[in-house]
């Protein structure tokens, strides 16, 4: 291939990947000129500034603030609004008083509604909740603002509900499920939510069942821009998920399809999950599936969603949504197999193949797999020990991550290269044969194990194309191999970004080996570069260009803050105090704290306080005693039934504290409830010594608990009560943070913490 040629194939592969990512999400969506009945983001933009002014979680003073907005711009709609309340403890006994917003626009017939959801509450302490669900609430705003503005009537109710405490343990979503007589009529449910603050919305499917019905509804709704796959939803069904959409699933059978963006993750849960870094297409992308959506379902037959069958299912340019039964898995796989073998004994006939070059393929292929592997499945350990503060963000995706992404994509494209090159005498027939093979027994794996995966078969339908045309062609037209590479393209290449991005750099190795896999789908046109090694070359600079370049931003800074923590704990029983945090390398902030003096943690368990990733306090020093006061236990029940013991205790807090953990090294409770609200049999039964209950605390409310042990059982409870208040306490003289650090999320923080043990004999 001449060198013009290569260069031309390149720049032209390097375009349709650009097409295929930037296709997937609208584009410079503000300034347009729209009609009312258009959904509109500059207008859901001033709802996502009102609402994400304050951290908002249950039991702070924005938390009101953020309700009563809500209802009066729906009440602005015409729509009379009400509120749901009431105690709930989920499924991960975390008890909160949930308060719902309800609303619902009347359809002309009797049948199941539509609900269109999102939660209104941010994480606690520090998140401002834009994105997180204040981009989910101003979608639905302004979505049913522009429905109503067509003065069509639906023939479906339309139930608008902003679920509550989501963000404890998904109890607005339970209240509703179970508690409120609109959920028995309920069809579907469209929810949106994010896990970060841009990029591509996607759509995720949850059912009991199969897909098919849903799939072929929201083919037929035909959003602009879907992004969607089976593979991600086969995934997400064998996860532990925790939307509000699981509990309708879970609790009432109900079918429903979330909608959530993952991008710039590092925004997540934090004070910068602000207006301004919420990135304007993307909540574009989310108004882009509720218009049609809304309009679909405000008229289809919603009783008619449950199927017992799936569908295999994925995204592409200009194709949108391409679905297919999973009846087609074998079929096609055992079709692209009897392809295969035709093939092979076609080019043994014309003497394009032969059984030596042939084996000798499998040897750059393993060769690059097992390098980039390796090199992928070792990165994040080895980023950590290097930039040890990497370990302060704990869901793994650093402020940088985009950066490393490229840098080890570059790296297996580059290792690719040189050792193909290596092979070059080969002729790309016989190089075709190890990447058909091994990518023939992924298919039939997948077949097997994940048919949501089984749609893969479609860029090997078109390698076995661009097999038929080398066999056949000892200088085949570039063009052509490059359009037949197209699929490859355009299917695998946002897996390679989206892994670790959504689960965080442990997962470059998914990056790294699909890099490789889909290098080798894309051989019948690299392999006619006469100068491979030249191009590893480039790559390998650029790979080292890179992590310069992430190394240099690898500190923190105003705009990339550092997350930092610091708690407070006052042991009752000792009446001793400790500085606490969370932090691996402390900064000057926390250092003020938890300096010289720091020690490794010894009473204070990892198991104390519950946090997303199961963190532990990593450093504590001794602290001056301050007079905060122990909540108020008092028992006021312990009574022999038969041959079971009923307690009752009821914990007052003394001050203003925002949560309570109780916990128990006792797992042999027979019943248990807290603010008379039941812990499910399940719960207890498989519960571990640890934490027995989380009360997420609105208006300084008592805690009572009641239990049922065995005849004669004495326990012991041991009690966390927080508050939120370390840094406007006047007790303290804790400085702000300066403007390179952030709270850090997913723990407890800024908090001060009363422990206390009760022991009933």
Not at 596 to 617: C, G, M, Q, R, W
Request: a positive charge; proline letters at 5%; one cysteine or more.
């Amino acid at each position: 291939m001449k060198t013009s040629t290569s260069s031309l194939t390149l720049i032209l592969i390097l375009i349709i990947i650009y097409f295929g990512f930037k296709s997937s999400m609208p584009g410079d969506v503000i300034d347009k000129e729209l009609t009312e009945t258009e959904f509109a983001t500059e207008r859901a933009l001033v709802h996502v500034k009102k609402i994400s002014t304050k951290p908002h979680s249950v039991g702070f003073p924005a938390h009101k603030e953020v309700r009563n907005y809500i209802r009066r711009e729906l009440e602005k709609l015409g729509l009379q609004t009400s509120v749901q309340e009431g105690y709930t403890t989920g499924d991960w006994a975390n008890l909160s008083k949930a308060v719902n917003i309800i609303a619902k626009i009347e359809g002309t017939e009797k049948g199941k509604a539509l609900v269109l959801l999102s939660h209104y509450d941010s994480n606690p302490h520090s998140s401002l909740g834009a994105s997180d669900a204040g981009s989910g609430v101003a979608t639905i705003l302004e979505g049913v603002r522009a429905f109503l503005a067509g003065n069509k009537k639906p023939k479906n109710d339309i139930i608008i509900l902003f679920t509550d405490a989501e963000e404890l343990g998904l109890n607005g979503a339970d209240l509703f499920v179970n508690n409120h007589p609109w959920s028995k009529d309920v069809g579907l449910v469209l929810n949106f939510e994010a896990r970060g603050s841009g990029g591509p919305s996607y759509m995720l499917i949850e059912t009991n069942r199969g897909n098919s019905n849903l799939i072929k509804e929201f083919t037929k709704a035909n959003p602009d821009y879907p992004v969607a796959n089976s593979l991600v939803y086969s995934i997400y069904k064998m996860l532990p998920n925790d939307t509000d959409l699981t509990v309708f699933r879970k609790d009432g059978d109900i079918e429903g399809l979330n909608f959530a963006f993952i991008d710039d993750h590092y925004d997540y849960h934090t004070e910068r999950d602000t207006y301004e870094r919420l990135d304007r297409n993307t909540l574009a992308h989310q108004g882009s599936y509720l218009m049609p959506l809304l309009h679909h379902f405000s008229t289809a037959d919603l009783s008619n969603l449950k199927s017992l069958d799936d569908y295999n299912y994925f995204n592409v340019p200009f194709f949108k949504l391409v679905s297919y039964p999973f009846d087609w898995v074998w079929p096609l796989f055992i079709i692209a197999l009897i392809f295969f073998f035709a093939l092979i004994l076609h080019g043994f006939k014309k003497k394009s193949l032969n059984l030596k070059d042939s084996a000798l393929s499998f040897i750059p292929l393993l060769s690059t797999i097992v390098i980039n592997g390796i090199v992928g499945y070792f990165s994040w350990p080895i980023l950590k020990s290097s930039y040890p503060q990497y370990q302060d963000i704990l869901h793994g995706f650093t402020y940088n991550g985009y950066t490393y992404i490229t840098a080890f994509v570059l790296f297996s494209l580059a290792v690719c290269f040189f050792i193909y090159h290596k092979f070059r005498k080969i002729n790309t027939a016989n190089l075709l044969v190890g990447p058909l093979v091994l990518w023939l027994i992924i298919c039939g794996g997948l077949s097997t194990y994940l048919p949501g995966a089984s749609f893969f078969i479609i860029p090997v339908f078109a390698l076995l194309a661009a097999f038929l045309v080398v066999i056949n062609q000892e200088k085949p037209n570039a063009y052509l191999l490059v359009f037949l590479l197209i699929p490859a393209l355009w299917i695998f290449t946002p897996f390679i970004k989206m892994f670790p991005v959504g689960l965080g750099l442990k997962m470059m190795v998914a990056s790294t080996v699909l890099t490789t896999l889909v290098f080798v789908l894309a051989l019948p046109v690299f392999s006619f570069y006469k100068h491979k090694n030249r191009v590893a070359f480039i790559l390998m600079l650029l790979f080292i260009t890179d992590m310069v370049s992430a190394h240099l931003n690898a500190g923190f800074s105003e705009d990339h803050a550092k997350p930092t923590s610091l708690v407070y704990v006052l042991n009752a029983d000792t009446n001793d105090a400790q500085w606490a945090t969370y932090d691996h390398v402390l900064s000057g902030w926390t250092a003020q704290f938890v300096g010289a003096d720091k020690k490794v943690p010894e009473k204070l368990s990892k198991n104390t306080i519950s946090s997303k990733y199961k963190t532990a306090f990593t450093y504590t020093s001794k602290a001056p005693l301050k007079n905060i006061a122990a909540p108020k236990v008092e028992k006021t029940r312990d009574t022999i039934i038969g041959t079971e013991r009923h307690v009752k205790i009821c914990i007052t807090p003394q001050r203003n504290v925002n949560r309570l953990d109780i916990f128990t090294a006792q797992t042999n409770i027979i019943k248990a409830s807290v603010n008379s609200v039941p812990l499910s049999d399940y719960f207890l039964k498989n519960r571990t010594p640890g934490k027995l209950i989380t009360h997420y605390i609105s208006n300084n409310e008592y805690t009572e608990l009641s239990l049922i042990l065995p005849k004669n059982e004495k326990f012991e409870l041991k009690l966390y009560e927080a508050s939120n208040d370390l840094l406007t306490n006047s007790q303290f003289t804790v400085p702000a943070r300066p403007k390179n650090a952030i709270p850090k999320p997913f723990v407890l923080n800024d908090a001060i913490l009363v422990t206390k043990t009760i022991t009933i004999e």
